[in-house]
């Protein structure tokens, strides 16, 4: 049998998702390998890494889990069933505008309209675009649980939001800064 081949795309990849701590380590065990064939060290820190990434995902579900059972008491009190089903888009789509929410729950723009004024009401979505035409709601609860999720130990990688749906995102003023 032949030798592993020196770089998988898998393996090319991994750097740029690794803190740079990690990023140090991973190159010194590559070089490890390439200079004394020492394969153990280098998949013992990847195996490493991937315990460590599951018991994260792990931890973040069951949050996420906790946040929509806490998400369904606030709606079930404000809102009936097309509230429930507004929470139930947004953990697919995290950011809705009006007529998202209209087409996906297949309801009136006015109560798609009230839904939306209702939710950012309670906390549960941000109004980002500062306009009083196409606006853009942010959920941002459920965003802030898949932020700043380290891989592979210590550090911080950033989860970017940029998946809209069809919806421009873009602020309709600029300057001014969306309330975290």
Do not use: C
């Not at 996420?64 to 953990?91: C, K, P, Q």
């Not at 196409?134 to 959920?139: C, W």
């Amino acid at each position: 049998m032949g030798r592993p081949p020196r770089h998988t795309p898998p393996v090319d990849a991994l750097p740029q998702l690794l803190p740079q701590a990690n990023r140090v380590e991973y190159y010194d065990r590559l070089t490890a390998i390439r200079q004394r064939g020492h394969w153990e060290g280098w998949t013992r820190f990847f195996l490493r890494g991937v315990g460590e990434t599951a018991t994260q995902a792990t931890s973040t579900a069951r949050a996420i889990l906790e946040l929509r059972e806490s998400h369904r008491a606030v709606v079930g009190e404000r809102t009936g069933l097309n509230g429930m089903r507004l929470l139930d888009l947004l953990f697919d789509s995290p950011l809705v505008n009006v007529n998202l929410a209209k087409d996906n729950l297949a309801v009136a723009f006015q109560t798609a309209n009230s839904l939306v004024g209702e939710f950012e009401g309670a906390g549960l979505l941000t109004e980002i675009t500062g306009g009083k035409r196409g606006r853009v709601s942010r959920y941002d609860p459920y965003l802030a649980l898949l932020q700043d999720e380290p891989l592979f130990g210590s550090g911080a990688g950033r989860l970017q939001t940029t998946e809209t749906r069809g919806i421009d995102a873009t602020p309709a003023n600029p300057t001014r800064t969306p309330a975290r």
